[in-house]
């Protein structure tokens, strides 16, 4: 590959790196397994109707699961649930990581009642782009719950960031 294609790759990849993002689990019912993995690429796309995306890659066995789900889940994690991003970023194999916090399910779709938000969405298209596709999930149903305290990655680490709204 040239040089000057790798440079950019680099310091893309660095610039991410340094980009603060809210950290997810994505869930949702393949079959007859569960199946989730810890996300950050996740954006709102549309306010009417509402929708989101989540950009998945095509190498990894989630993404199986939810270009066939129906109806996935995003659970915006809180600060104290670190562990739990770990084990669905890779440090859990994908049998073991329904095993840790307390998982309920709605229409089938396994969710993470105390995290900060519950957004259930129906899958309404996939676009592959590069390495990964592009999920975009109308919303159906939404928990959300009142402190705000998420869970953000940023350079390598998990980071905090306390918010005092009232």
């Not at 899958?123 to 999930?137: C, D, E, K, L, Q």
């Not at 919303?139 to 918010?163: F, K, M, Q, S, T």
């Amino acid at each position: 590959m040239d040089k000057a294609v790798l440079e950019v790759e680099r310091l893309f990849r660095t610039a991410m790196r340094r980009y603060p993002a809210t950290v997810t689990i994505v869930t949702t019912r393949h079959g007859s397994l569960d199946a989730g993995m810890t996300a950050t690429a996740v954006t709102s796309v549309s306010m009417e109707p509402p929708a989101l995306l989540v950009c998945v890659n095509r190498g990894v066995g989630f993404h199986t699961a939810i270009e066939n789900a129906g109806e996935f889940c995003v659970n915006v994690l809180r600060e104290e649930q670190q562990e739990m991003a770990a084990a669905f970023g890779g440090g859990k194999p994908p049998h073991e990581r329904f095993t840790d916090g307390t998982w309920q399910r709605l229409d089938g779709v396994p969710y993470l009642p105390k995290a900060q938000a519950n957004i259930f969405c129906r899958r309404t298209a996939v676009f592959p782009y590069g390495t990964h596709s592009i999920v975009i999930g109308e919303v159906i149903r939404l928990h959300l719950h009142d402190e705000v305290a998420p869970l953000i990655y940023v350079d390598g680490r998990y980071a905090a960031v306390g918010c005092n709204l009232g």
